[in-house]
């Protein structure tokens, strides 16, 4: 399977823990992007990265959430001290090298805070 | 602010008729605009996209119409079938990010 891997699918946490969300993009992909999906709304995009920058991270909350995308390995979505409201669908996309290029969704990961 | 909206939260078609699905945007300049559909517990799928420079887009049996004057644009499903029924949503490339519609559920019946 080429496409964007996401896991865990689904992901639970009590209040406090702190959540990891992998991504691996699709092969040949080097932009990957994490968009977030609050029960009834559309999806949201938090932040755009490359291998080893953030490029654009204007939809990140200032606190608690951090995102990475190492030289090797897949990107990560890190939730500290997770509160109820960060419960959501969490989706990673990537694209290629080329303008006008669509990017490409995983799965998501659902995650619940107890 | 770069909003897209689709104003219909749900649309229901007989199969082998016609579904057309509709957004609005404001703001135009040079845009990239895509159309996604979502199954629940999927990610959304790419369907179609088209560049500002153009007015229409196909692909098989989805056409995009683009109207800049009235900064709308449409997704023309011909036929419908059951397996179209999904969330539709539009979204618009805004510097490297997507902005997305709030979504259309469309109801596809056989």
């Known amino acids: 399977n080429a496409g964007v891997m996401q896991n865990p699918r689904h992901l639970v946490r009590r209040r406090g823990q702190e959540a990891r969300l992998r991504c691996s993009p699709m092969k040949g992909h080097s932009h990957v992007y994490w968009y977030r999906q609050l029960p009834e709304e559309g999806l949201k995009f938090m932040v755009y990265?490359?291998?080893?920058?953030?490029?654009?991270e204007s939809g990140m909350p200032k606190e608690r959430f951090s995102a990475e995308f190492p030289k090797e390995g897949p990107s990560i979505l890190r939730i500290q001290q997770v509160v109820r409201g960060d419960s959501a669908a969490y989706f990673c996309a990537s694209s290629g090298d080329r303008a006008n290029q669509p990017q490409h969704f995983g799965d998501g990961t659902r995650l619940s805070i107890l | 602010d770069q909003q897209v909206k689709q104003n219909s939260p749900s649309l229901s078609v007989q199969e082998g008729r016609i579904s057309i699905l509709n957004c609005d945007y404001t703001?135009?300049?040079?845009?990239?605009f895509l159309w996604y559909k979502k199954y629940p517990a999927e990610g959304p799928t790419f369907l179609i996209s088209i560049s500002s420079i153009k007015d229409k887009n196909e692909d098989g049996r989805f056409t995009v119409f683009l109207n800049k004057s009235a900064k709308h644009l449409s997704l023309h499903i011909v036929p419908s079938q059951p397996g179209d029924s999904a969330v539709y949503f539009c979204a618009r490339e805004y510097g490297n990010k997507l902005v997305f519609g709030a979504g259309t559920i469309l109801r596809v019946k056989s």
């Open positions: 703001n135009s300049m040079f845009d990239y």
């Open positions: 990265l490359q291998k080893e920058n953030i490029i654009d």
